[in-house]
């Protein structure tokens, strides 16, 4: 995405300053972008312009104070059935088994799109059923934690490739080359689809990620253990998914207030 949102900018602008980066964001607005799409779009030419000026190629950089608005949206999630009936539909062969791993892995243990395929054997402690996570998000590492259930799933894509070694990845295709981010997501939608999940219910792989921290909260994670499961620098990412564990309490008060059943009114 970083790559092309500046080959967009490099194919409309014919330099970099102040003038030129505001008209760039102007057209977007006119084209009816989003403002979460456009938040993007300027974190992207935020960064590429600050290793400009550390590189020198530019005195100052062009989008200092610019900021784009982003509506605090809730992040959207699956629901236990829906994610139950695309487990359902994986089938049997090593490449249905290594699908339904992957998927299980990033619901089970939060791992971003790149950190599921960037898993190698060696990644994979079955004696701890832990997974370490190398050059997440920021480059840091860090490890996480599988139910007995992914562990089983991980141990039959192991098992299906007789000829491993400890660099090997983990997820590969038939022939042993590393999957692609493009790929998983075909994979998700995919199987959402033979599952019969109506488009705008479709499994993403970071919605895997989003169902594995509320699930995590509603147990009674606390919120830091949480953020360093998922490798948040700050809270403030992590603080996202109380509010959807909110949601839940208000339920859970509405069934059981007992004011409301005393008829009082």
């Known amino acids: 995405m970083y790559e092309w949102w500046l080959r967009r900018f490099i194919g409309t602008a014919t330099q970099a300053d102040v003038l030129t980066v505001r008209r760039f964001f102007a057209d977007l607005q006119g084209r009816g972008m989003s403002a979460s799409t456009m938040h993007h779009a300027c974190r992207t030419l935020k960064t590429f312009f600050l290793f400009a000026q550390r590189t020198r190629a530019l005195a100052t950089n062009p989008l200092d104070g610019f900021h784009v608005r982003t509506p605090k949206t809730l992040p959207q999630l699956p629901t236990e059935d829906e994610l139950r009936a695309v487990l359902a539909v994986c089938s049997e062969t090593p490449a249905g088994k290594r699908n339904r791993a992957m998927l299980l892995v990033m619901a089970d243990a939060g791992l971003r799109a790149a950190e599921v395929l960037g898993l190698l054997v060696e990644d994979w402690n079955p004696q701890e059923r832990s997974l370490l996570v190398r050059g997440g998000k920021g ?8 139910t007995p ?34 790929y998983l997501l075909h994979v998700c939608h995919t199987l959402s689809r033979k599952a ?24 009674g994670v606390g919120l830091d253990e949480v953020r360093r499961l998922l490798g948040h620098s700050t809270l403030d990412t992590t603080l996202r998914y109380s509010s959807l564990v909110g949601a839940d309490l208000q339920r859970a008060h509405r069934k059981a207030a007992a004011v409301e059943r005393m008829r009082l009114d």
Request: charged share 30%; proline share 6%.
């Open 196 to 219: 019969g999940l109506v488009p705008n219910r479709r499994l993403h792989p970071h919605a895997l990620r989003h169902f594995a921290a509320t699930s995590w909260l509603r147990s």
């Open 149 to 182: 259930t992914t562990a089983r799933a991980i141990r039959e894509v192991l098992r299906s490739r007789p000829i491993l070694s400890r660099e090997d990845y983990l997820f590969t295709t038939d022939d042993g080359k590393p999957l692609a981010v493009r």
């Open 139 to 146: 480059g840091k590492d860090r490890v996480t934690f599988v």
